[in-house]
């Protein structure tokens, strides 16, 4: 299985961006801890970090031919885009989103995403680990 792993906007700087809420870890590291799940399951990971909605849409639609699953943060884009998800529904890919912090937890903005809907399922408030069991639940619905 090959999974398109996608990062919305202003997660390129974690580590640094409000790490009370985010943690401390760099996107470099949560990819290379989805590299090394990746390679225990056996399914192959790529990996695309953009702050541009359109480049995220460039992404999903390219996945077409290329992946069989996307695993997606897509940050704020989670609450404002139609884009993002006319994308995933257009590609029709099977997808988990995941969320560093628990968005239910927050501002009421962050409670409404356009993308869950048309998801398998969505994975919030466990910091990394949201992205590994987002891979995991990738991989076993992918051998079902
Ligand atoms: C986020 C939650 C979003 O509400 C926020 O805009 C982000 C990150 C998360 O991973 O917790 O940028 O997707």
Redesign the pocket.
Known sequence: MRVLVLH?P??NLLGQREPEI?GTLTLAQINAALESLAAELGCSVAFFQSNCEGSLVDAIQGARDTCDAILI?P??Y??TSVALRDALAAVGLPFVEV???N?YRREEF?HHSFLAPLALGQISGFGLDSYLLGLRALFNHSEK
């Open positions: 919305g202003n997660l985010y943060n940050a704020a989670t609450h969320h560093l912090s968005v962050r």
